[in-house]
């Protein structure tokens, strides 16, 4: 069999509009293996040695890491693979990114990893090429959207319980100066 190149003429949106494409795909998606990886975050996708390149990683929102993003034929292997029951991979807990996102959750714009945002609790850093502040923006939104209906009021003593043996109405006994013996 000849080696299949898949690139731009090779698309899932190509092979909406183009018989001939879409047989090649319908070939190719019936050979295609698919796996949720290790960090349970992606899947992996291969083609078979006669297709270039062979393996492709897909996100859990549905992105190829290749060129072609969410036209590459592996995200159309990889709803299949979820449409025929297959295991999904993990979603991360909002504002935790494993890796950057395909574009600004804000905008919609190119965003570009960003080293000194990142941290093991809200995972790669990016920044928002349209907007620095996006990134911060979503990470308000993302804490906004967890505390809705979850604040305890302020008036419950079960929020903020006094420690064993704590009395709140206390009185304390007048503090004096130690060098003139004045009361403070």
């Keep these: 069999m000849p080696t299949t190149y898949l690139d731009a003429s090779l698309t899932a949106s190509r092979a909406r509009v183009s018989p001939g494409i879409r047989s090649i795909l319908t070939g190719l998606l019936k050979e295609a293996l698919v796996v949720v990886m290790n960090d349970q975050y992606h899947y992996r996708v291969e083609f078979g040695p006669d297709v270039l390149p062979q393996f492709h990683t897909v996100s859990w929102d549905l992105a190829c890491s290749c060129s072609q993003g969410e036209d590459c034929p592996a995200v159309t292997a990889v ?3 979820l449409k025929d029951g297959g295991q999904p991979a993990d979603t991360p807990r909002p504002g935790y990114w494993p890796t950057i996102p395909h574009k600004c959750p804000i ?3 190119m965003v570009h990893y960003n080293p000194q945002l990142s941290s093991k ?3 790669l850093g990016w920044t928002c090429e ?3 502040a996006h990134y911060w923006a ?8 967890a505390a809705k ?3 305890a009021p302020l008036d419950n003593e ?3 319980p006094f420690p064993e043996g704590y009395d709140p109405n206390r009185e304390y006994p007048a503090t004096t100066c130690r060098h003139c013996g004045q009361p403070i």
């Design 79 to 81: 709803k299949k693979h």
């Design 158 to 160: 079960a929020a903020f």
């Design 121 to 123: 609790h809200r995972g």
């Design 130 to 132: 349209n907007d620095k």
């Design 107 to 109: 905008c919609a714009g």
């Design 138 to 145: 979503h990470q308000g939104q993302v804490l906004a959207q």
């Design 149 to 151: 209906g979850k604040v």
